[in-house]
């Protein structure tokens, strides 16, 4: 089973960027489909965004399509999301997600890091 450890989160007013990592340790990394999800206080944990294991596929959320993207380096066991243009509303803890299957992650039935804040303010 894998493990992650995501970093990278903070503070950061509106129309600010942040980049998060996502690293993780254990079986051959680029066999891993990887995800980024949230959850807001009080709310569900939510899709954000998805990568197949070769980094050929990606997949977003309506609400942060063209704003945020997705990348992984298979060398050094990472995945990134880059959050652009941030809104008060993508405030949340982040976690990222990793499974053998693109659709369990989307799902988010893969195994989960501990989480990073993030914290957009107006």
């Known amino acids: 089973q894998v493990q992650l450890v995501e970093s990278g989160g903070g503070l950061v007013q509106a129309g600010g960027s942040l980049r998060l990592s996502c690293a993780a340790s254990?079986?051959?990394?680029?066999?891993?489909?990887m995800g980024w999800f949230r959850q807001a206080p009080g709310k569900e944990r939510e899709f954000v965004a998805s990568?197949?294991?070769?980094?050929?596929?990606?997949y977003y959320a309506d609400s942060v399509k063209g704003r945020f993207t997705i990348s992984r380096d298979n060398a050094k066991n990472t995945v990134h999301l880059q959050m652009n243009s941030l809104k008060p509303e993508d405030t949340a803890v982040y976690y990222c997600?990793?499974?053998?299957?693109?659709?369990?992650?989307?799902?988010?039935?893969?195994?989960w890091g501990q989480g990073t804040q993030v914290t957009v303010s107006s």
């Open positions: 997600n990793a499974h053998q299957l693109l659709s369990t992650v989307v799902a988010g039935l893969g195994s």
């Open positions: 990568i197949s294991g070769s980094g050929g596929s990606t």
């Open positions: 254990g079986r051959t990394f680029s066999n891993y489909a």
